[in-house]
């Protein structure tokens, strides 16, 4: 009688039991076209391809100078951390052969950032860099000098 229920509830606990993650239901089949996966680049709608379906001769003395490196603690505030990228070989492919096979040089918005003017002297609280209106402080809205109230007992 046993093992004639644990026979029974066993698929039950089995399916109870299992991890939560999306490959078990087969999720992991995309959205997209099959023949589309497997002929196209996957940023072939962001950046323009090359065409040639090989990959290229580079070694990593050959694309180690793409990758971004400028000075540490700009007043300009420039960092490695580029926005807009020209291509995804960035000089960090593994391995070098894929560095130029795939893309072209993509047309791009410039990097440079421009930090903000100072905040101007409106009333309303300042919550960062904005300021809230006027009505949703609670309370005396705070002075020239932008300091909220002190609270005393």
Same mark, same amino acid.
């Given at each position: ?10 698929? /039950? ?21 099959? =023949? ?6 996957? !940023? ?18 050959? #694309? ?23 291509? +995804? ?7 070098? *052969? /894929? ?7 993509? *047309? #791009?918005? &410039?990097?440079?950032?421009?930090? !903000? =003017?100072?905040?101007?002297?409106? =009333?309303? &609280? ?15 809205? +705070?002075? =020239?000098? !932008? *300091? !909220?109230?002190?609270? &005393?007992?």
């Amino acid at each position: 009688m046993i093992i004639l229920s644990s026979l029974v509830i066993e698929p /039950f606990i089995k399916k109870y039991l299992q991890e939560g993650y999306s490959n078990y239901k087969g999720a992991l089949v995309g959205t997209r076209d099959y =023949p589309s996966v497997v002929d196209k680049p996957l !940023l072939g709608e962001s950046f323009p391809l090359i065409g040639k379906n090989n990959v290229s001769d580079n070694n990593y003395s050959d #694309i180690w100078w793409h990758y971004p490196i400028f000075k540490v603690g700009s007043y300009a505030q420039v960092t490695n951390n580029l926005q807009y990228q020209r291509n +995804p070989d960035d000089g960090k492919c593994s391995t070098a *052969e /894929f560095c130029g096979a795939l893309y072209k040089d993509n *047309e #791009i918005h &410039t990097n440079v950032s421009h930090p !903000l =003017p100072p905040v101007p002297d409106t =009333p309303g &609280t300042r919550v960062g860099y904005y300021r809230t209106p006027d009505d949703l402080f609670l309370g005396p809205q +705070p002075g =020239p000098l !932008l *300091e !909220l109230p002190a609270f &005393t007992s």
